[in-house]
């Protein structure tokens, strides 16, 4: 089983204050990896990091075998990794459709200028996520939350990418989008996709990841099958701790 | 040696002076007043229209000034800033055009050709080799006293603190109950007060004249990006650095490469360490 | 790229029009046509670049500048012909800008329209200083070749010159890379997260603007015939630009045309009244206050007032 990411003696500090400590873990090929932990624990830094949006302090990441650490974020989604955020970043003055068009765009300037859009593909991811192809040309500053996620799902699937990075993508859902989005990721299991998904949402993601690792302050807690981690005497500490 | 280090230091206290309402409106309100230079052109106006062409004393004048660029920094906030709720691109677009249109204003009211300023304090004195007017000495002094006032208000008082919670996280510092928009309206009211009193002053050490605007938003805007926003400290620093750098290059130079010294400073600055000498990485 | 019916009659109208002026007006009216055709061009310059990106530039003046004085100082000081010296003075604004302003582009928005505002500001004083006898200095040089005798001449000239750099600007921009662009201007992180090179991007839409100012101002120079600091390097001019383009209509190409006839125009028809700066003042205040009201500008306006009257047939 080949490794799609192994990260190694992660550590990000922000002056005074260290967001990750210390942290390794490998995610492989087809795999699909819950990353849990109480609010605060560092999980979105750690995607952060493994996008090249921020820059960590020390440790190493590789994907596929290969150090990206020196990459652009826009290089690495090249490579085959991408993710979702938190709080969804959609261009508010374009359309649902032109959104996923910007997922589907080569990042080459010739091919933009000479290159023909692809109507159906655009389709394609939109109703992959469940839009209604009729709601392809509302502006995106008129969908709601959970549309705006969904939304952001669709980019990045368009991007290309097939390892997946998911920060909270059921927050916000109704049930339905939530066992829609579930069955979407299940599907795209079936076709080797890989995922690192971040959730509050344990009885979401539990059908849908092979592994998990818990983290708090940054730092390793516990790993294994969803069950294990749960049980885990100082994983439950931290989530108790939170509330 | 010694003129260079005098001049140096008075022609620094002076732009210290300017840039620092331009570097408060930048860190604490987070928009780009390119219409700064404009106070400084109004306060200017201002102060020789009651002074020397009304004939009241030069105080009156001078809180004339004050008075003006206050209520145009109130007014501007109001009027523009908040309507179009920080839009960056917006703001900056929009002060450009304000400031152009008070340009034209004042060539309206005052005629296209350039005043001299009599002199704050007349004659001159000589010190350590150099001569120097009166005038910009106690602009220079006067600078620096509103420098430390400034200072003391932000570090002290209740106010100044809420500013610099403001300038650091905005909505960290509404959740701890600062009242963002009464923060911002101070703001602008100082930048504006702060822009006319260092405007009379420019003017005093230059000439006035409707265009005169643009060189110390230009030297603001130096100022503000190699230091990087947010400390009145830093600002000092930079201040002195642009200030003694454009005298020697004018006295050991050309007289004509004056502006030349400060913009190749932006450049290098902005290539090796974007987020100024002492600012925060922007996130 | 989707062409549709509309688009088409619409530059079909508006250039056999343009084309038909020389038979209806004054050579006095011309004249004051060819100069809103080159505002046409520098605004379309500057939309190629500020108009969807939000990186507002307050340096076009300086690249105009570039193109002009780099073929005047050839064809007059050099003896070299205008069909090379224009096309270098092209290449030399497009590096001369790329060297200047690329690292301002790596920064983030704001800092790059103070940093542009700086460069022109150098500019004016660099070019009363260095090397006068081939800038001519302060007063700049005059008695540079023109290219067409006349104003009818200069008007086809002008005109052709500005739908074709128009025509293929507004096409550039309907293709993906202008969605790309106006992306940019949203959100420039979500670009980056969507797999594309947001700097690869700004720097080609920076070329291209460099380009159309460099032709610009070249051919400028040879219709007016000479050249001073204080016309290019100039506030005033910077300003005219910006407004023509944003109340045309940002980002839309065709609005920073319309911007700039509709400015001109203006400006002539105030002339009689007020004949000095007064007019910036008026049409300052009008340019506050149409941005303030729809930032988007006349294009907007206009296509909201058409989609209504559809929706009234309907």
């Not at chain 3, 700097?199 to 051919?219: E, P, R, V």
Request: glycine share 10%; hydrophobic share 50%.
């Amino acid at each position: 089983m080949t490794a799609a990411i192994e990260v190694r003696n992660l550590v990000k500090r922000f002056g005074g204050l260290v967001a990750t400590n210390n942290l390794s873990f490998d995610l492989d090929e087809g795999e699909s990896l819950g990353l849990i932990g109480p609010n605060g624990a560092g999980k979105t830094t750690v995607f952060a990091q493994i996008m090249g949006e921020l820059a960590q302090t020390s440790g190493t990441i590789r994907f596929k075998g290969q150090e990206i650490s020196g990459l652009s974020t826009s290089e690495r989604i090249s490579r085959g990794i991408s993710r979702t955020y938190q709080v969804p970043r959609p261009f508010t003055e374009l359309t649902v459709r032109e959104n996923i068009r910007v997922g589907l765009m080569p990042n080459n300037i010739r091919q933009l200028v000479f290159g023909a859009t692809d109507r159906v593909q655009e389709e394609r991811f939109a109703e992959s996520v469940g839009f209604n192809l009729r709601n392809l040309d509302r502006s995106a500053a008129e969908l709601s939350m959970g549309d705006l996620r969904k939304l952001e799902f669709a980019r990045t699937l368009a991007t290309g990418a097939k390892t997946l990075l998911l920060d909270e993508i059921f927050a916000g859902l109704t049930t339905g989008e939530i066992a829609m989005i579930a069955d979407l990721i299940k599907q795209l299991r079936r076709q080797g996709f890989t995922f690192l998904i971040v959730s509050h949402d344990l009885p979401a993601i539990t059908p849908l990841v092979d592994r998990v690792i818990a983290i708090e302050l940054g730092a390793l807690l516990a790993e294994g099958t969803m069950s294990e981690v749960l049980a885990n005497e100082d994983v439950r500490a931290s989530y108790l701790g939170e509330s | 040696m010694f003129p260079i280090i005098i001049q140096g230091l008075l022609l620094s206290g002076l732009y210290a002076l300017i840039a620092m309402g331009f570097m408060l409106i930048f860190s604490i309100g987070r928009t780009l007043n390119l219409a700064y230079g404009a106070y400084l052109m109004i306060g200017g106006y201002v102060y020789f229209w009651i002074s020397q062409q009304l004939g009241f004393p030069q105080i009156v004048g001078f809180f004339g000034a004050i008075a003006v660029g206050i209520l145009m920094g109130l007014m501007k906030h109001q009027f523009i800033v908040r309507p179009l709720k920080g839009h960056h691109v917006a703001v900056e677009i929009s002060t450009l055009i304000l400031a152009v249109v008070l340009q034209a204003g004042i060539v309206l009211v005052f005629g296209d050709s350039s005043k001299i300023l009599l002199p704050i304090v007349p004659g001159v004195v000589r010190v350590a080799g150099a001569t120097v007017t009166y005038s910009i000495l106690t602009a220079t002094i006067i600078s620096w006293l509103i420098i430390t006032i400034l200072y003391l208000f932000v570090r002290r008082t209740h106010t100044g603190r809420a500013m610099q919670a403001v300038s650091m996280d905005q909505k960290g510092a509404a959740i701890s109950g600062v009242d963002a928009d009464r923060i911002n309206l101070i703001t602008w009211g100082l930048s504006g007060a702060l822009g006319a009193i260092g405007g009379a002053f420019f003017a005093s050490y230059t000439q006035l004249s409707p265009a005169m605007w643009v060189t110390p938003l230009i030297i603001s805007v130096a100022i503000v990006i190699v230091g990087g926003i947010g400390s009145i400290v830093g600002t000092l620093i930079v201040a002195h650095i642009i200030g003694f750098l454009e005298v020697i290059v004018v006295s050991v130079l050309a007289p004509e490469l004056r502006g030349v010294s400060t913009m190749l400073l932006i450049i290098v600055v902005l290539i090796a360490r974007p987020q100024g000498l002492f600012g925060r990485a922007e996130n | 790229m989707e062409l549709r019916q509309r688009h088409l009659a619409f530059w079909a109208i508006f250039i056999v029009g343009l084309y038909l002026m020389p038979e209806l007006v004054s050579k006095g009216t011309l004249r004051t046509m060819i100069f809103a055709c080159y505002l046409a061009i520098f605004a379309v310059s500057w939309d190629l670049l500020s108009g969807r990106t939000g990186y507002i530039s307050f340096g076009h003046p300086f690249l105009i500048g570039i193109g002009a004085y780099t073929t005047a100082i050839l064809t007059k000081r050099f003896d070299v012909a205008v069909e090379i010296s224009i096309p270098i003075a092209v290449l030399v604004t497009m590096i001369g800008g790329l060297v200047v302003l690329l690292p301002a582009l790596r920064i983030k928005g704001s800092y790059f329209a103070l940093v542009t505002l700086a460069f022109m500001e150098l500019m004016y004083q660099l070019v009363q200083v260095i090397r006068p006898d081939l800038t001519g200095g302060t007063r700049g040089m005059s008695g540079i070749e023109t290219l067409t005798r006349g104003a009818v001449n200069g008007y086809y000239l002008a005109v052709t010159l500005m739908v074709i750099l128009t025509f293929a600007a507004w096409l550039l921009m309907r293709t993906r890379l202008g969605t790309a662009l106006w992306a940019v201007g949203m959100n420039e992180e979500s670009v980056r997260g969507s797999g594309l090179s947001s700097t690869k991007l700004k720097m080609f839409a920076f070329l291209a603007s460099a380009f159309t100012a460099g032709i610009g101002g070249a051919f400028y120079v040879h219709y007016l015939g000479s050249i001073a600091p204080r016309a290019l390097f100039d506030i005033n001019f910077l300003f005219t630009i910006l407004v023509a383009a944003l109340i045309g209509g940002a980002g839309s190409i065709i609005g920073p045309v319309f911007g700039a006839f509709f400015l001109v125009f203006l400006l002539e028809w105030l002339r009689p009244w007020l004949p000095g700066a007064e007019r910036y003042f008026i049409y300052g205040g009008i340019a506050l206050l149409v941005y303030m009201y729809q930032p988007k500008g006349m294009v907007a306006i206009l296509e909201s007032l058409y989609s209504r009257f559809w929706r009234a047939r309907s």
